[in-house]
């Protein structure tokens, strides 16, 4: 996944010159052309040389709409990102805490079976990794900023419970979530733990693909692991009255394609824990900038040097 971001676009707008320099090249060389012709019989000349005396410089042409599209690029900061191995990865784990996570499909509860996973996961990393922990349902709420205290982690994940309010906002995880790691360095990774039940963004047109949208132009992977049964109790109601959670994989396995990460369902703790293994293997795979002005300003010196270098010897004036 290759991504080009700017850091002051404005100056992109300068590129609207390029058509002009074009114009002004074969404008001025028209010019140029009849008052050559003034003085000189470049048709008798041609004829004894076998030469075209009068070229229309391209080369030159070329080499000035590159140097000005180098420059214009550096000054606009421009970064380019690629997926490649970092020292490691910040994490943010989302947990959705909404009541369908109560739902009895995985012993005890999809949540606390999600809870059990997240802390081994932590365990895994030791302290190489900053860790925030957010819960959500019909409202996100940041449990921890990311620090590198597993002992705080851990606790912070243990007392983590169903949420009173309904509803499950995964676009608002998404988003508050590429939030805490923004101000970090490192490559940048959400965990994302949930049913898949997007019904909070069910009513705003495109809340997912708006945050999916978001994460990708941060450059912060997203890992969704998708928990329970296709139909598995609701687990927050008598079961006599016969009523399923339904899991939704889809919504999450878009997520995950679209901003580079793995999508996994996770029908029992054993595979939950399966998941997070492979997650924690991945955690040096993340998005890495590579500032263009540098190699763009040095391209733009040398190409000017060859361009004096030609005016001076093949595309030299004759007087």
Known sequence: ?????????????????????????????????????????????????????????????????VILISLIIAASGGELWYEGKVNQNDFVIAIDTSASMAAQDISPTRLEAAKEAAIEFVGSLGSRSNIGIISFSGTTFVETIPIDNMNSIKKTIENIDVAKTGGTDIAGAIITGTNLLLPYEKGKTIVLITDGSNTVGAFITDSVASSIAYAVSKHVIVHSIGVGSDAGPIGYLPEYYNISAVFHGDTLEEIS????????????????????????????????????SYGLILIALLLLFVEWGLLSTRFRKIP
């Open 257 to 292: 394609n679209q901003t580079g990460g793995f999508y996994f369902q996770a029908n029992n703790k054993g595979e939950l824990i399966q998941a997070y293994r492979q997650i924690s293997e991945a955690s040096d795979i993340g998005f890495i900038p590579l500032n263009l």
């Open 1 to 65: 996944m290759i991504d080009i971001t700017f850091e002051n676009p404005m100056y992109l707008w300068y590129l609207l010159s390029i058509p002009l320099l074009i114009y002004t090249h074969f404008y001025l060389f028209k010019h140029s052309k009849k008052t050559a012709m003034k003085f000189a019989n470049f048709a008798a000349l041609r004829r004894v040389t076998g030469k075209h005396l009068i070229t229309k410089n391209i080369i030159v042409l070329i080499i000035r709409v």
